[in-house]
């Protein structure tokens, strides 16, 4: 059922230890292994053409004769090709870009997927991990040679044996195919471990060299996400489930209102919450058109508002508005677009976890890269005050499950009412940004814990609600100066230890 090619270098004994593992390993009786003892004379591209000449098996593994692999992991990459027909080639790292320079872990954070372990001699073993570790195949314009597998029958190129000796070959594999339409994917079915660490050098970039005359007018590729992944939240009974408030802040843009409303009521179960639009200024005619259009899809209230200012008016709505039926508190921007059962998701977080400050979930752009994985919180050398979103614009590397942050995005961010009282509501000094920081800061300093669940996904269509006012940066700086810093300085013993200090 699979033919595996290997270069091999070594002894005797070594590679008898390594065939022997490949056997035990593979889980599959049908097994062709074909070891080529090569020193120096032949390129790894010369190793495996003969190897797909001589292979008798369709499915063809090829691989470093360092690493090991995880029981039954041939069983588990014949369910990776079989549930997946599509992709034709399939490998345990890659990337999603590659760049004019050829150097394809450039902007290895965002675009390279797949996990690794490495576990050099004398050293201890480390993971490698370049995405998250999701149930279907990530797709790349290329992988790493570590272990390339495929089918024979439907690749349409086999290894450039003109480009280099053991360094490009991946690359000069799997770029043509990729450019002739063959679909090549990341699996995280199995795991694998390399018993050392590549390193580039001099034949690495005569190689590059090589492979760019080759390939550089068809450069830069860049393989955004086509989908997200989403998964599906099964809905359990929660004993003593109090009352959520979805908050809501608008002004025009009916459309993104509209989605944005929809998808809660699509995915989440309506009994559970109830919706507080506040409008900020929008036209006679929109407000008529959400009244006539929005409001009937639930038990939603308009509350409209001749100014717009963040922290005051959430805090208005909920000192006005929000009732004490109301136990939770769920903000919400008009350019969220809910995935799955977010509401259900989070209030399980605060039933299964004390001490519950925030939550928040993960938040993707619109062409389905990342905008919110959780925020970090930094101080660097020169004691400036460092905020961001974790894994800002990756591809794939994000969280799947629940984690502690310093906090969340207020974008789309769950908080009970009392302790959002107790923390003394949003801080309304904030004129641009930083209010929701604070608040998520805030709750740390109270003795709360604030926590990201990374199976909970949303659209935040970040772009299209930008401020267009041309003082919003200035803004943001004065908020920063005036107001944010003086409370990390004020504060910095009691939230210490949820900041990086690089």
């Given at each position: 059922?699979?033919t595996?090619v290997?270069?091999?270098?070594?002894?005797?004994?070594?590679?008898?230890?390594?065939?022997?593992?490949?056997?035990?390993?593979?889980?599959?009786?049908?097994?062709?292994?074909?070891?080529?003892?090569?020193?120096?004379?032949?390129?790894?591209s010369?190793?495996?053409?003969?190897?797909?000449?001589?292979?008798?098996?369709?499915?063809?593994?090829?691989?470093?004769?360092?690493?090991?692999?995880?029981k039954?992991?041939?069983?588990?990459l014949?369910?990776?090709?079989?549930?997946?027909?599509?992709?034709?080639?399939?490998?345990?790292?890659?990337?999603?870009?590659?760049?004019?320079?050829?150097?394809?872990w450039?902007?290895?954070?965002?675009?390279?997927?797949?996990?690794?372990?490495h576990?050099?001699?004398?050293?201890k073993?480390?993971?490698s991990?370049?995405?998250?570790?999701?149930?279907?195949?990530?797709?790349?314009?290329?992988?790493?040679?570590?272990?390339?597998?495929?089918?024979?029958?439907?690749?349409?190129h086999?290894?450039?044996?003109?480009?280099?000796?053991?360094?490009?070959?991946?690359?000069?594999?799997?770029?043509?195919?990729?450019?002739?339409?063959?679909?090549?994917?990341?699996?995280?079915?199995?795991?694998?471990?390399?018993?050392?660490?590549?390193?580039p050098?001099?034949?690495?970039?005569e190689?590059?060299?090589?492979?760019?005359?080759k390939?550089?007018?068809?450069?830069?590729?860049?393989?955004?996400?086509?989908?997200?992944y989403?998964?599906?939240?099964?809905?359990?009974?929660?004993?003593n489930?109090?009352?959520?408030?979805?908050?809501?802040?608008?002004?025009?843009?009916t459309?993104?209102?509209?989605?944005?409303?929809?998808s809660?009521?699509?995915?989440c179960?309506?009994?559970?919450?109830?919706?507080?639009?506040?409008?900020?200024?929008?036209t006679?005619?929109?407000?008529?058109?959400?009244?006539s259009?929005?409001?009937?899809?639930?038990?939603?209230?308009?509350?409209?508002?001749?100014?717009?200012n963040?922290?005051?008016?959430?805090?208005?709505?909920?000192?006005?508005?929000?009732?004490?039926?109301?136990?939770?508190?769920?903000?919400?921007?008009?350019?969220?677009?809910?995935?799955?059962?977010?509401?259900?998701?989070?209030?399980?977080?605060?039933?299964?976890?004390?001490k519950?400050?925030?939550?928040?979930?993960?938040?993707?752009?619109?062409?389905?890269?990342?905008?919110?994985?959780?925020?970090?919180?930094?101080?660097?050398?020169?004691?400036?005050f460092?905020?961001?979103?974790?894994?800002?614009?990756?591809?794939?590397?994000?969280?799947?499950?629940l984690?502690?942050v310093?906090?969340?995005?207020?974008?789309?961010?769950?908080?009970r009412k009392?302790?959002?009282e107790?923390?003394?509501?949003?801080?309304?000094n904030?004129?641009?940004?930083?209010?929701?920081?604070?608040?998520?800061?805030?709750?740390?300093?109270?003795?709360?814990?604030?926590?990201?669940?990374?199976?909970?996904?949303?659209?935040?269509?970040?772009?299209?609600?930008?401020?267009e006012d041309?003082?919003?940066?200035?803004?943001i700086?004065?908020?920063?100066?005036?107001?944010?810093?003086?409370?990390i300085?004020?504060?910095?013993?009691k939230?210490?230890?949820?900041?990086?200090?690089?």
């Amino acid at each position: 059922m699979i033919t595996i090619v290997y270069s091999t270098h070594k002894d005797s004994d070594y590679n008898n230890k390594f065939k022997q593992h490949l056997l035990q390993t593979v889980g599959l009786n049908n097994v062709q292994i074909l070891e080529y003892v090569n020193n120096n004379e032949y390129s790894l591209s010369q190793v495996y053409n003969s190897g797909i000449t001589e292979s008798i098996y369709d499915i063809v593994v090829c691989c470093h004769n360092d690493i090991k692999l995880e029981k039954n992991w041939g069983v588990k990459l014949l369910g990776d090709f079989n549930n997946q027909p599509e992709f034709s080639i399939i490998g345990k790292a890659g990337t999603c870009y590659f760049p004019n320079s050829g150097i394809y872990w450039e902007r290895m954070q965002q675009t390279m997927v797949g996990q690794v372990y490495h576990h050099p001699k004398g050293g201890k073993k480390f993971l490698s991990k370049y995405s998250a570790k999701l149930p279907e195949l990530i797709p790349v314009v290329s992988i790493d040679g570590l272990f390339i597998s495929f089918n024979k029958t439907k690749i349409k190129h086999k290894f450039d044996e003109t480009i280099g000796k053991f360094h490009f070959y991946d690359h000069g594999f799997c770029i043509p195919n990729y450019l002739d339409g063959i679909k090549i994917g990341v699996t995280s079915s199995f795991d694998i471990t390399h018993e050392s660490v590549g390193q580039p050098n001099q034949e690495f970039f005569e190689s590059k060299d090589k492979f760019l005359e080759k390939w550089s007018n068809n450069l830069p590729i860049d393989l955004k996400p086509e989908n997200i992944y989403v998964p599906k939240i099964v809905e359990k009974p929660i004993k003593n489930l109090g009352k959520i408030a979805v908050i809501i802040l608008t002004k025009g843009k009916t459309n993104l209102l509209f989605n944005c409303i929809e998808s809660f009521y699509k995915h989440c179960n309506s009994e559970l919450f109830d919706i507080f639009i506040g409008d900020t200024g929008s036209t006679r005619d929109e407000k008529d058109w959400i009244k006539s259009n929005i409001l009937p899809m639930g038990n939603i209230q308009l509350i409209e508002f001749d100014y717009y200012n963040f922290a005051q008016i959430n805090n208005d709505i909920v000192k006005n508005h929000i009732t004490d039926n109301y136990e939770y508190l769920l903000f919400s921007n008009n350019d969220i677009k809910i995935l799955n059962n977010v509401v259900y998701g989070m209030l399980k977080v605060f039933n299964d976890n004390k001490k519950v400050g925030t939550v928040g979930a993960r938040l993707h752009y619109e062409d389905n890269t990342i905008q919110h994985d959780g925020i970090i919180t930094l101080i660097d050398q020169k004691k400036t005050f460092i905020v961001t979103h974790s894994n800002l614009k990756s591809y794939y590397n994000f969280t799947t499950n629940l984690k502690k942050v310093p906090g969340s995005t207020g974008a789309l961010l769950m908080i009970r009412k009392n302790v959002f009282e107790r923390c003394g509501f949003f801080n309304e000094n904030y004129v641009g940004c930083f209010e929701d920081v604070e608040l998520n800061l805030k709750c740390i300093t109270l003795g709360f814990d604030n926590f990201y669940d990374g199976s909970l996904v949303s659209y935040h269509l970040e772009s299209q609600t930008r401020n267009e006012d041309s003082d919003y940066y200035l803004k943001i700086q004065i908020d920063y100066l005036e107001t944010l810093q003086p409370f990390i300085i004020k504060n910095l013993d009691k939230i210490k230890n949820h900041i990086t200090f690089l």
